[in-house]
């Protein structure tokens, strides 16, 4: 069973920052894609940015594209979100996902992942 915690959310001022972090204790955390999704109050929830095992390969959507970045130390099992430049359009509560995925395979759709956090909530004031 994969356990994911996620932390660093809170409220902050438009255009500050906030890092987001999502922990597991499942040793094989390299073998996992990780994805960050969000899902505001009325709306879908959406990929935020996504990352293969290593890292080495990681995608945006373009309305975070050069304010957000997606990085992983595979050795703490953890995955963050460095969230810069914050917006209002940025509120929502954010998950971190994962799922099995091999090379530098990652996935963007939230129904190819298996195992999700609890959700931390972001609140952008403007």
């Known amino acids: 069973q994969v356990q994911l915690v996620e932390s660093g959310g809170g409220l902050v001022q438009a255009g500050g920052s906030l890092r987001l972090s999502c922990e597991t204790s499942?040793?094989?955390?390299?073998?996992?894609?990780m994805g960050w999704f969000r899902q505001a109050p009325g709306k879908e929830r959406e990929i935020v940015a996504a990352?293969?095992?290593?890292?080495?390969?990681?995608v945006y959507i373009d309305s975070v594209k050069g304010r957000f970045t997606i990085s992983r130390d595979n050795a703490k099992n953890t995955v963050y979100l460095q969230m810069n430049n914050l917006k209002p359009e940025d509120t929502a509560v954010y998950y971190c996902?994962?799922?099995?995925?091999?090379?530098?395979?990652?996935?963007?759709?939230?129904?190819?992942?298996?195992?999700w956090g609890q959700g931390t909530q972001v609140t952008v004031s403007s």
């Open positions: 996902a994962a799922s099995y995925a091999s090379g530098s395979y990652y996935y963007t759709e939230s129904y190819d992942y298996h195992y």
């Open positions: 499942w040793r094989a955390f390299s073998s996992y894609a």
């Open positions: 990352t293969s095992g290593s890292g080495g390969t990681t």
